[in-house]
């Protein structure tokens, strides 16, 4: 499959599309509701703010939260779309279109920050060949208190 970051919508949806079908699943206004909601909306979503904004822009579909957690959970396994674990709160989803990034999580109120850091990145990869491991993908999270968080007290 070709890089997600260099896919126009139509080519996203294609390749969504070609995946239902090796799974043996339809393609429905639903599934394609949902995908563009994500391709719309930079945010990270918990599958029931996803299910809630698809609602509110198109009232007329009849999309229930179960196809909402299926078409995330099967958009994740083929890497369209990645997530971030907050443990009993669940995961927070958001398309895997964007370049590599990072992220920093408000502890309190759950605001996530999204930054690129090259020398974060060479050091990374400084270590994996120091240690002789051959490194396919990262995933950092840095957990603290947000600006705005830290004001309030």
Known sequence: MEDIESLSYDELLNTFKTILKANGLK??????AILKTLYDNPDHFTPENLYLL???QYPNLNTGITTVYR??????????????????????????NKPHHDHL???????????????????????????????????MQLYGICKNCQNKN
């Open 27 to 32: 393609f429905t206004a639903q599934r394609e």
């Open 105 to 139: 999580i408000c502890e309190i109120c759950g605001k996530i920050t999204e930054f690129e850091d090259g020398q974060i990145e060479t050091l990374q990869h400084q270590i994996a060949k120091k240690y002789n491991f051959k490194l396919t993908d990262h995933l």
């Open 54 to 56: 698809v609602k509110k």
């Open 71 to 96: 078409t995330l959970n099967l958009l994740e396994e083929n890497k369209l779309a990645t997530s971030l674990s907050f443990g009993s709160q669940g995961k927070k989803f958001e398309l895997g």
